[in-house]
T-cell receptor, first 111, second 119 residues
Framework: GENVEQHPSTLSVQEGDSAVIKCTYS??????FPWYKQELGKGPQLIID?????GEKKDQRIAVTLNKTAKHFSLHITETQPEDSAVYFC??????????FGTGTRLTIIP | DTGVSQDPRHKITKRGQNVTFRCDPI?????LYWYRQTLGQGPEFLTY????????KSRLLSDRFSAERPKGSFSTLEIQRTEQGDSAMYLC?????????????????FGPGTRLTVL
């Protein structure tokens, strides 16, 4: 179906180290994979996305990789900073249909 | 600030009461989505509009829920006879400004949400 599995559910990283969050999807028709950051009391904020015709995308300290064969994609945050602490959600969609989200990863950056 | 606004930001109501939320999406775009987010979970799709037409509804949207988008601009989500299980954050999303209307991709920008508490 359209489920998305996200791991880990919590992640603590020393400031300056890298963080990696992984998601697996089941619907092979999926062609759009966004990542959102959500801070307490706020709506999800789109931080990076990738489409199925590319394998990797990078934006400063954030990168996303996609393995279509294995149906998984990952968020990589390098040189983590305290302001990276938040809950991160992966998502998938086909075309302009609804997004299906993972269950979230609470990332804590330890100063 | 994504340009998507929602009102009210918080709503506390007693069980059995009706509530209505409003979403003002990023202007010039024809697609608008509603999601619901419960504590510790990712957002779950509720319904989707293209202009004023409601194109898809989730099974989560019971007959107590109704959404409208008159004139294809702002949207309202009404919950009748609220239940404690309706307590959640209700999120509205629309595509990015400048994105081609017929884009096949789906960047969605979320508003700040309306947090509903049913006592």
């Amino acid at each position: 179906g359209e489920n998305v599995e996200q791991h880990p559910s919590t992640l603590s990283v020393q400031e300056g180290d890298s963080a990696v969050i992984k998601c697996t999807y089941s619907d092979s028709a999926s062609n759009y994979f966004p990542w959102y950051k959500q801070e307490l009391g706020k709506g999800p904020q789109l931080i990076i996305d990738i489409r199925s015709n590319v394998g990797e995308k990078k934006d400063q300290r954030i990168a996303v990789t996609l393995n279509k064969t294995a149906k998984h994609f990952s968020l990589h945050i390098t040189e983590t900073q305290p302001e990276d602490s938040a809950v991160y959600f992966c998502g998938r969609a086909f075309g302009n249909e609804k997004l299906t989200f993972g269950t979230g990863t609470r990332l804590t950056i330890i100063p | 600030d994504t340009g998507v606004s929602q009102d009210p930001r918080h709503k506390i109501t007693k069980r059995g009461q009706n509530v209505t939320f409003r979403c003002d999406p990023i202007s010039e775009h024809n697609r608008l989505y509603w999601y619901r987010q419960t504590l510790g979970q990712g957002p779950e799709f509720l319904t989707y509009f293209q202009n004023e037409a409601q194109l898809e509804k989730s099974r989560l949207l019971s007959d107590r829920f109704s959404a409208e988008r008159p004139k294809g601009s702002f949207s309202t989500l009404e919950i009748q006879r609220t239940e404690q299980g309706d307590s959640a954050m209700y999120l509205c999303a629309s595509p990015a400004p400048g994105l081609p209307v017929l884009s096949s991709y789906n960047e969605q920008f979320f508003g700040p949400g309306t947090r509903l508490t049913v006592l």
